[in-house]
């Protein structure tokens, strides 16, 4: 009962927070209200007992991606003046490509057969997570590292600065 | 807790066949308010009066002493006048970041009281992830410093938001790296996990366990230190640059909000490197009765978290502030480059004994203890040539 109550909260706060980062005004607003996205996910990862996923949601999306969101959007100049947002691109592509997607999205919803875990007791997550990134997935997990280093390369070789003779 | 909860309902605390959600909800709801309103808000305002006290003593002077003994309720009496002072939002600023910003602060000094082991039982939630959680709640700190930078509307208060945030992005690499060598020798995420894993004597702390994990437990220090914006790494709210940096606008209870949380969290760096390093509660098995020992943890525990904290502001009484290029070096060109070989190289060391090396333990406290007994001798010496008359009296 009650972690329905929890799940509705989360859920609310969730889809509250990612309709204020798209239809704000402020762009400003837009990148602060993804904190609310992020928490509201994080707390539905720890009612489905994935304790692990949770924190490195936490640690990853809000102390990284959160933080370098917010400067881009702070460090770019004159960006409180113009009040650019999602809202300013065109409206007929934007349905066109929402109506699809959500067509898609209901599909596969629909289609899904949706099969009731029994009841989720909290059991460490960590080695089974470690093991199967080293074992069954090392493959793709070391090619997504090697995605990263790249784009740390990338990163690199643009913002470096030139030294001429 | 989960026994806290099963004896409460078992007692009949809450009538016949209660919903165990909606109890074990209210229980934790209730615990964590106790912890909170009688452990971390008390601290965060005693903190100031023996911080104040400390660097009196070191600069040579009094220091606050006319409130209550030894002036021990200057706290209180600061605390009273901040809340009623007046609330004061500046015209220009972004009022609803403005206001939000405080508490996001605060939330970030609150959640990991959660999972701070203050003895074998006393632990708000034991989670698997205790040590992971603990570095990454702190990170909301950044995303209200950013707000209250940039909701003020002051280009100071902007430049030290910035500057708090880049330097606890930053710093929080390093840092997290420090903890890697630990997890790799107990194998579990847990706080209590972790002090398990460790003895009572020094020698069996993780700290003297092998010389990866000494280099690692100070280079966590150093960085806790920069995360929590304290000298050396005070840029943020630089005095002389920068007014008070990100709190320049705010005032009242929200000003005490961003106080509070910054010397709450030297409690929180304290308790970090007691529960990796340096034994957590352990103590040795001296009584049959539980709440006996409880209570000698809680002891040993406050007792390792204040000789941390104490030292923390001994630091920032003698050492000046780094410059914002110096922070960067230090940060990217030697803290992560020697992290990661402490993480190989403990690694190695694991592969090689997996038990420990229970040698290395007693040779390396024996070096600390020599270290030690070598600064003591010198700071002496100094004080003999130097014919300085040192008071040793603390209560002036």
């Known amino acids: 009962m009650l972690a329905q109550v929890i799940f509705y909260a989360l859920a609310a706060l969730t889809v509250g927070s990612a309709g204020l980062v798209a239809f704000s005004r402020n762009i400003v607003y837009s990148a602060f209200a993804l904190l609310g996205a992020f928490m509201g996910i994080v707390g539905i990862y720890i009612l489905l007992a994935a304790d692990f996923v949770a924190m490195v949601q936490l640690l990853v999306y809000v102390g990284g991606i959160l933080v370098l969101t917010i400067f881009a959007v702070m460090l770019t100049a004159g960006i409180g003046d113009v009040k650019v947002s999602n809202r300013a691109v065109g409206t007929g592509p934007a349905i066109v490509v929402a109506g699809v997607a959500a067509i898609v999205m209901l599909y596969a919803v629909m289609r899904t057969q949706w099969h009731q875990a029994a009841a989720i007791t909290p059991a460490p997550t960590t080695y089974a997570i470690g093991n199967a990134f080293l074992g069954d997935y090392v493959l793709p997990f070391e090619v997504a590292s090697l995605v990263l280093l790249a784009a740390l390369i990338g990163a690199i070789v643009i913002s470096r600065h030139e030294v001429r003779e | ?396």
């Not at chain 2, 702190?138 to 030290?160: C, D, E, Q, R």
């Not at chain 2, 007693?362 to 010496?381: C, D, E, K, S, T």
Request: include cysteine; proline fraction near 5%.
């Open chain 2, 1 to 396: 807790m989960h026994t806290l909860i099963e004896n409460l309902i078992a007692w009949g605390v809450f009538g016949k066949n209660p919903p165990r959600d909606v109890v074990a909800a209210i229980v934790v709801f209730v615990m964590s308010l106790v912890v909170f309103l009688v452990v971390a808000l008390p601290f965060g305002g005693i903190v100031t009066w023996v911080e104040r006290r400390v660097w009196a003593r070191i600069q040579s002077r009094v220091g606050p002493n006319r409130v209550g003994p030894q002036g021990f309720l200057q706290w209180l009496a600061d605390g009273i006048k901040i809340v009623c002072k007046e609330d004061i939002i500046p015209d220009e600023a972004d009022s609803r970041l403005f206001k939000m910003a405080p508490y996001l602060v605060m939330l970030a000094f609150v959640l990991p009281w959660a999972v701070m082991p203050f003895s074998s039982s006393l632990i708000l939630a034991d989670m698997n992830v205790g040590i992971l959680y603990m570095t990454a709640v702190t990170a909301l700190t950044v995303v209200g410093v950013l707000m209250a930078g940039w909701a003020s509307n002051n280009k100071w208060s902007l430049i030290g938001g910035v500057r708090s945030a880049a330097q606890i992005v930053s710093y929080e690499i390093p840092a997290g790296l420090s903890i890697f060598p630990v997890v790799l020798m107990t194998g579990t995420l847990s706080m209590q996990g972790i002090i398990r894993g460790q003895g009572w004597a020094p020698q069996h702390w993780f700290l003297f366990a092998n010389p990866f994990t000494f280099v690692a437990a100070n280079i966590l220090y150093m960085s806790s230190l920069a995360e929590a914006n304290r000298t050396p790494f005070d840029l943020p709210e630089a005095e002389s640059e920068l007014v008070a940096g990100f709190a320049t606008e705010y005032s009242g209870w929200r000003y005490a909000c961003f106080s509070m949380a910054e010397w709450g969290n030297l409690f929180i760096v304290g308790a970090i490197i007691t529960t990796l390093f340096l034994g957590g509660w352990q103590f040795p098995h001296v009584t049959n009765n539980v709440v006996a020992m409880n209570v000698l943890e809680v002891i040993t525990f406050n007792v390792k978290v204040l000789f941390l904290v104490f030292v923390s502001m001994w630091i920032r009484a003698t050492l000046p502030r780094v410059r914002i290029d110096q922070l960067m070096t230090t940060c990217w060109k030697y803290f992560v480059p020697i992290a990661f070989v402490n993480m190989i190289g403990t690694a190695v060391w694991v592969a090689i004994w997996p038990d420990g090396n229970v040698a290395m333990g007693y040779i390396m406290f024996a070096g600390a203890i020599v270290l030690g007994a070598l600064f003591i001798q010198r700071v002496i010496y100094y004080l003999r040539r130097s014919r300085m008359e040192v008071y040793f009296n603390p209560t002036i």
